[in-house]
């Protein structure tokens, strides 16, 4: 069984070391590395080294990276993925996000934004509720938390500029939305440059968050928050899903109260198992064993950031 001597201040019985155990016995070798990095005092090269295994030669990223798109191709949502890990671990520049940004202009429509899904993953397995189409139009989803982590990061590259203007107009033209495209709005309005043009975007989103009730204000009362249309049954967000961090515009949109509620809604969500579970549609038994560590790991960070005790 393995131990927990790398953190020793915590009990056997905390969130921590109840998801360490977890990692251990379901987790991929990358969700290992970086559960080490982010709560074990890891390295950041294990990381990396892990990441790679998933890297293309043409700069993007494949291999069911993104556990419900399978095959080797590269993806924008794998390549999404990885940016987000490395600027997690603070590696989110050099030649290989140099050679990202060139796949990421390969693959971006006349928009010169991205779409969810390239016509490349036709021919491998991926969730019926993505659609490959020959065609595919740019999508806010794809493009938002792509532009925001690299402007973040001071990444300067050709393709962010109508990339950047392509966000722009869909975040502020967004009328009816849904909880996985504000959220992307929200990754994009965090990171961008012009910081009063993004505060006065995510104002306007937050009042459209609440009125169309896209996120779950009292856990207790969770009948009065149906789903989004197409989503799982039991797929719905709440406050710490847009404000991932306190530093996010998204925590402006809640409430104190309304914000320490949905945190306790997520200690409360971690299983006897010492994972977090997944909560939008389970279509292969594979994607949901290697997705439940990736939202155990997202589940600690977020609790952490809002000044949860996890150990």
Request: with cysteine; net charge negative.
């Amino acid at each position: 069984m393995a131990g927990t001597g790398a953190t020793p201040t915590s009990s056997p019985a905390s969130p921590l070391a109840r998801a360490e155990q977890f990692i251990w016995l379901t987790a991929r070798v990358l969700e290992q590395r970086r559960f080490e990095y982010h709560f074990m005092g890891g390295g950041s090269d294990t990381v990396e080294t892990a990441l790679t295994a998933y890297l293309n030669e043409d700069g993007g990223y494949g291999h069911a990276l993104e556990p419900d798109l399978r095959g080797p191709v590269s993806q924008p949502l794998h390549t999404a993925h990885a940016l987000r890990i490395l600027d997690s671990i603070g590696r989110c520049g050099g030649l290989r996000v140099e050679r990202m940004c060139r796949y990421l202009t390969d693959v971006s429509t006349h928009d010169g934004a991205l779409p969810a899904i390239h016509p490349s993953q036709r021919g491998y397995p991926s969730a019926p509720f993505i659609p490959i189409v020959d065609d595919p139009p740019s999508e806010l989803l794809a493009t938002g938390p792509v532009v925001g982590l690299l402007h973040r990061n001071q990444v300067w590259h050709a393709w962010l500029f109508r990339a950047t203007d392509f966000c722009w107009a869909a975040v502020e033209s967004l009328e009816k939305s849904h909880p996985y495209e504000i959220e992307a709005a929200v990754a994009f309005l965090d990171g961008v440059p012009d910081r009063s043009r993004a505060e006065a975007a995510a104002d306007r989103l937050g009042r459209l968050v609440r009125e169309q009730g896209l996120a779950v204000l009292d856990p207790d009362r969770l009948e009065e928050y149906p789903p989004a249309p197409g989503y799982a049954a039991g797929e719905r967000h709440f406050p710490y899903d847009y404000a991932r961090t306190p530093q996010s515009l998204a925590r402006r949109w809640f409430t104190d109260e309304e914000m320490t509620r949905s945190l306790e809604h997520l200690v409360g969500e971690q299983r006897e198992d010492g994972g977090w579970p997944v909560n939008w549609r389970q279509w292969a038994p594979g994607t949901a064993l290697e997705a439940r560590p990736i939202v155990t790991i997202e589940a600690l960070r977020t609790l952490r950031a809002h000044g949860r005790a996890i150990v």
